[in-house]
């Protein structure tokens, strides 16, 4: 056993070792899609007296951390978002109506002495604005008040109670702090100068510049002298609940701007659950079908491998929880999903062994030294793609779209540590034993297979007819994309802004009923979904918790009884926000593959490579248009999955141009024609032999037909998984993947490899043709 070789199974199982120790002691922290929950995204504003600055975002988040410690919420998160945004996680909370009316109000407290009633006054909305101004008291009746003598700032505590006397009739005792103390006997006696039943005898207590109350103050306060002790009490005909809100409120403090809900998401518990189930489910079901199809193919080495996808598994796990990153639902598909790309690595070695040993009819040792070696460009590149998408995701997206992105990055490296250092390990381990080298079929390598059996056999000119792979391409985009204009885009909600609430119902639920009871509680163009185990989604502008909380009550009559399982409400502005984020992501991803293909490989590939996903990217949603799926966050993800998987197919292809490119510049044997032969690296001074480029462009396609082929179906295996046992949640997001692979595999090699011929044509004339131009002008003068 070589030094090499002890090195990479020592790292290998050091890895091993040391993700299962993290696997088995550290936790993976779920989202409030998986575990249940809401979440609220706040977004501070201006106000008269404030700027909503970086140092008021600050504030905002202290007093909200408070509230939220008071609200008793176990492992509740919150997070500054950007400049002025703050992210609350509530686990747990499956009311969004208390969290979001504790959290978004200003909760600004103050004392007014109460000058007189003034029945032709008009409400004024700011009592706090000075002296005169006017406001309506608990009872309704207009009342003028002086200036605020106190705020929330000189209170101490407040908490709620219960009047001790009647066992009945909550209210809020209040505890002074500092001058407060003084500032209120001062206040209450200057209203006990008055005689009772004056309104000047009233205190009013206002909150978020409305009265809530305004006691008289008892006939038993001295004038002048006023209620001493530091104490009072906010009467206002409280319920328990009430009063326990505003004891929170007032004794988180008051926000020093106003806030606004921009994003509220609540999950119910049981939809978590089921997805997790649902996605282990696929996991396993996909994983074993893609592991029997590699063994079947690659027998022992594919057997090997299916124990690196084992290995793969707790390594991307063991770094999702070492990261302390949130796993997802959309986090949790690409979990699932990467599986591919580990065995499209595997998939690229194999294959590259296999030409090594039937070209050269070396060693198995050799031959698969050779194919790790000849595969790691393609394994790099094609990785690199999918990172830089999963990159973009991260940076560009926000909640679960960015947990996928996470996830996705995870997968991708734990892929490549699984394919090429544990499935190198366990192969040279192998080869190594002399039983096995007996019985060299037993590998997998030491025969072709039979799809290139048949290639060698035929070896089909696929290039001849490239221009006419590009009019079907054109005319299977403009197909595709004319369901844009007919049918339109069904943005989601996270991209238009506005409502959606899906219901669990014990029995299905006839829609036109549910919209006719929607209409009747005054939302006539809310649009309604159900299916026929009895879900129902109401999809609305935007709606206030009150008018949620008739929606739900009109539901619930309807069928009987419904479990509200998922609630989300986007602002309108974070709904332009990111959509513009989606197309700024969708421009960026095809920028960075184009400069990223352009330094790899020459400028014609990569605008080759660009192209191909651009019409893979186009006709994905047109497919989708005339399915009337939605558009929202989770379909960005696959989407930009897509573009990553058709630039690892584009460049699987264009590294073996690149290589045959090479060889074709050497002396040594084999002719790069021939679709069983593999590439030989140039030589300093080499010979050209002058195949033309059409002709090299076909054989790599050939060449590599293995390798797509078996990538496609193991990736097939696992994403019919997601689609047909993911859950519903899963299957939009699994379907695009699916046509995604579909198209991309054949834009790989009918859009972008025709598409590099010509412009590798146009770049390059032939011989002699610019020169009888030349000579034409001269002779025509």
């Not at 996470?406 to 366990?426: K, P």
């Not at 037993?442 to 007819?465: C, E, H, Q, S």
């Not at 009150?546 to 709904?575: M, Q, W, Y």
């Amino acid at each position: 056993m070589t030094r090499a070789i002890r090195v990479r199974a020592f790292f290998a199982l050091a890895v091993l070792a040391l993700s299962l120790y993290i696997t088995l002691t550290v936790p993976v922290r779920l989202g409030l899609d998986l575990r249940g929950g809401t979440q609220i995204v706040l977004e501070t504003r201006d106000s008269p007296t404030a700027e909503a600055d970086s140092e008021a975002t600050d504030r905002t988040l202290e007093v909200l951390r408070h509230r939220i410690d008071a609200l008793g919420v176990s492992e509740p998160t919150i997070a500054r978002s950007g400049d002025n945004r703050i992210i609350v996680e509530l686990p747990g909370v499956q009311d969004p109506r208390e969290a979001a009316d504790v959290l978004g109000r200003t909760a600004q407290l103050t004392f007014h002495p109460v000058l007189d009633t003034d029945p032709g006054a008009e409400s004024d909305t700011d009592p706090g604005a000075g002296s005169g101004a006017v406001d309506s008291d608990e009872s309704g009746r207009p009342v003028r008040l002086g200036p605020s003598a106190l705020t929330g700032a000189d209170v101490d505590s407040a908490e709620a109670r219960i009047d001790p006397q009647t066992g009945a009739g909550w209210f809020v005792g209040i505890e002074f702090k500092g001058r407060g103390g003084d500032a209120w006997a001062e206040l209450t006696g200057e209203a006990a100068c008055h005689p009772a039943g004056d309104p000047a005898r009233r205190v009013a207590i206002v909150l978020d510049d409305k009265v809530i109350s305004s006691p008289e103050v008892n006939s038993s306060v001295a004038c002048r002298t006023g209620i001493a002790g530091g104490s009072t009490q906010i009467t206002g005909s409280f319920s328990r609940e009430e009063a326990r809100e505003l004891g929170l409120l007032i004794n988180g403090g008051a926000l020093p701007v106003p806030v606004e809900t921009v994003e509220q998401r609540t999950v119910g518990p049981t939809l978590g659950a089921t997805a997790i189930e649902a996605s282990a489910r696929a996991a396993i079901i996909g994983t074993a079908l893609t592991s029997l199809f590699i063994i079947a193919v690659y027998r022992l080495l594919g057997a090997l491998a299916a124990v690196a996808l084992a290995c793969y598994g707790v390594i991307s796990y063991a770094a999702l929880a070492a990261l302390g990153a949130t796993l997802t639902l959309p986090g949790l598909a690409g979990f699932v999903l990467a599986i591919g790309m580990a065995v499209d690595a595997n998939v690229l070695v194999f294959e590259r062994a296999r030409e090594e040993y039937a070209a050269r009819r070396k060693g198995l040792r050799s031959a698969l030294n050779a194919g790790f070696r000849n595969a790691f460009s393609a394994i790099a590149d094609s990785n690199i793609t999918t990172l830089i998408a999963a990159g973009l995701l991260f940076l560009l997206a926000s909640g679960p779209v960015r947990g996928f992105g996470v996830t996705l990055g995870i997968g991708v490296l734990a892929s490549m540590v699984s394919a090429l250092v544990i499935t190198r390990a366990l192969a040279d381990h192998a080869v190594a034993r002399r039983s096995v080298r007996r019985r060299p079929r037993l590998t997998g390598i030491a025969d072709t297979g039979k799809v290139r059996d048949r290639l060698t056999r035929r070896n089909p000119d696929l290039m001849r007819r490239g221009r006419t792979w590009l009019a079907a391409s054109a005319v299977a985009l403009v197909l595709a994309t004319s369901g844009i204009a007919v049918r339109g885009l069904d943005f989601g909600v996270e991209f238009t802004g506005g409502r959606l609430m899906e219901y669990a119902a014990s029995a299905p639920v006839d829609a036109d009923r549910a919209r006719a009871a929607l209409a009747d509680v005054g939302l006539p163009r809310a649009v309604v979904q159900t299916s026929g185990d009895g879900d129902l989604t109401v999809r609305t502008g935007q709606l206030t918790n009150a008018e949620a909380a008739e929606v739900d009550r009109a539901v619930g009559e309807l069928a009987g009884g419904a479990e509200k399982i998922r609630d989300e409400l986007i602002g309108p502005s974070l709904g332009d926000e990111l959509r513009r984020g989606a197309l700024i992501a969708l421009a960026s991803a095809l920028a960075a593959q184009l400069l990223y293909l352009a330094v790899r490989f020459r400028w014609a590939f990569g605008a080759s490579a660009v192209a191909a996903m651009v019409h893979d990217a186009l006709i994905l949603v047109g497919v989708f248009a005339w399915l009337g799926k939605p558009v929202d966050g989770v379909f960005l993800a696959a989407l930009l999955t897509v573009i990553g998987y058709s630039v690892n197919d584009s460049v699987v292809v264009f590294d073996r141009i690149r290589e045959l490119s090479a060889a074709d510049r050497t002396d040594g044997p084999g002719d790069p024609r021939d679709p069983s032969t593999p590439s030989t690296p140039s030589t300093p001074g080499g010979k050209r032999k002058g195949i033309p480029f059409p002709v090299l462009t076909n054989t790599a396609i050939l060449q590599t037909l293995p390798r797509t082929v078996n990538t496609g179906m193991g990736a097939v295996f696992i994403l019919a998984a997601l689609t047909l046992l993911g859950g519903d949640s899963l299957t939009d997001f699994a379907l695009a993947l699916l046509i995604g692979i579909v198209v991309g595999t054949y834009s790989s090699m009918f859009t972008a490899a025709p598409l590099a011929i010509e412009l590798h044509a146009r770049g390059n004339p032939p011989p002699g043709t610019r020169k009888r131009k030349r000579t034409r002008k001269r002779g025509s003068r």
